[in-house]
């Protein structure tokens, strides 16, 4: 039988508050005669009372929490472990370079932390740049690995992949908040990304974040459908870029840090 946090802690309390009550009224009895002096040591005992159950109180709810953390930061981490498998598995299908996912996830929380991403929203960034592109699960490998160009037919279809993938991490409770990277990291600057049309700062952060990070592995990086770009020719794409398809201020920012972010992308995944 389990027992919970609040009852061990409320049994505890009412346990030692009986005994003390108990037990110190009997010596109080015994020893002091005197009602004046009985009552004020009565007060006394009644102000040590409050005193020690509040310091009870406060180690054992501080521990009880930290059993808690604990125990929340494990589930977390399974979630990441099993996410990673998952992706590994998407990355396999979609014939990516490496490690592509876990990479641009890398990356992605590094630029964000410049960026001054924390918190909760640096934590579903990380979620949502592994997931980037888990709605190409639906999309047929015709499509998905094709080694040419796409017809415009295909090219709507995969299209899809956007909105595909917010509405499967709609399905799960702890990946809601993460859905703006799957929605949103193909949406552009200028407004005529896909699939809403958002320009600008309507774009959510952490899609504009992911974006230039993206876009700098996709050219770096070897593809069914083409051979990898020079690294000078990257950068300057992605300077042309800057204020059109990107962010202007997340693409300077990414080149005045590029050698520290390019390094966490050289990080073996753990």
């Known amino acids: 039988m389990t027992i919970s946090p609040q009852f061990r802690t409320a049994s505890a309390y009412v346990l030692l508050s009986t005994l003390w009550i108990c037990l110190s009224d009997r010596v109080l009895g015994a020893l002091v005669q005197g009602q004046a002096e ?3 040591l009565q007060s006394v005992k009644g102000g040590l009372f409050v005193l020690a159950t509040g310091v009870l109180l406060y180690w054992m709810i501080g521990r009880d929490l930290r059993r808690l953390q604990v125990a929340n ?37 590094g630029l964000a932390r410049l960026a001054g991403v924390q918190g909760e929203a640096l934590r579903h960034l990380t979620f949502g740049a592994l997931l980037h592109d888990i709605g190409k699960l639906a999309l047929p490998d015709s499509i998905l690995i094709k080694p040419g160009k796409l017809d415009d037919e295909e090219m709507a279809v995969m299209r899809q992949h956007p909105q595909l993938g917010y509405e499967l991490l709609q399905r799960v409770d702890f ?6 990277i799957p929605h949103s990291h193909h949406e552009r600057w200028d407004g005529t990304g896909y699939p809403q049309g958002l320009r600008g700062a309507a774009i959510p952060l952490a899609a504009r974040i992911f974006s230039v990070v993206d876009v700098w592995d996709a050219l770096i990086t070897a593809r069914v459908y083409k051979p990898a770009w020079p690294e000078a020719d990257v950068l300057n794409y992605l300077r042309a870029a800057a204020g059109s398809q990107l962010d202007p201020n997340l693409v300077a ?8 972010l390019k390094a966490l992308g050289q990080v073996p995944a753990r």
């Not at 990946?175 to 703006?180: E, F, N, P």
């Open 73 to 109: 930061q494990t589930l977390r981490n399974s979630h990441k472990q099993t996410l990673r498998v998952l992706v590994s598995a998407m990355d396999i299908r979609h014939k990516e370079t490496g490690d592509h996912s876990d990479r641009v996830m890398r990356m992605s929380v």
């Open 253 to 260: 920012l990414f080149l005045d840090n590029y050698d520290a």
């Open 175 to 180: 990946l809601r908040d993460a859905s703006d």
């Open 38 to 40: 009985l009552t004020f």
